[in-house]
């Protein structure tokens, strides 16, 4: 069993940068493909990115490419995602989650997820 915690969300301006923060229990993250994804309300959960076990491959939804980087530190169990040039359209609550299939892996694919937090972009 993971569990996963979520921290680093907040209210910023249109253009500003934020770093979310996953930490985990319970298992090593180094066996899990690492994945952050987002709801905004009234829409569906969406992926955003993803990183494979040792961080060798990443993978990141056509809205954020450029903007956000996905990382991980295995030794400090923890994966990570900085935005930067935010925008009103990523107000959404993002979610790590923790998946033993591949970076290509489905939101349904995903075993393990965190509570949330909350990131609110103002224009």
């Not at 993250?29 to 990183?51: C, D, H, N």
């Not at 903007?67 to 925008?87: E, G, P, V």
């Amino acid at each position: 069993q993971v569990q996963l915690v979520e921290s680093g969300g907040g209210l910023v301006q249109a253009g500003d940068s934020l770093r979310l923060a996953c930490a985990a229990s319970g298992r090593t993250l180094s066996t899990y493909t690492m994945g952050w994804f987002r709801q905004a309300p009234g829409k569906e959960r969406e992926f955003v990115a993803a990183i494979s076990r040792s961080g060798e491959y990443t993978r990141y939804a056509d809205s954020v490419k450029g903007r956000f980087t996905i990382s991980r530190d295995n030794a400090k169990n923890t994966a990570n995602l900085q935005m930067n040039t935010l925008k009103p359209e990523d107000t959404a609550v993002y979610y790590c989650a923790a998946a033993v299939k591949s970076i290509w892996a489905q939101t349904i694919e995903y075993d393990y997820w965190g509570q949330g937090t909350q990131v609110t972009v103002s224009s």
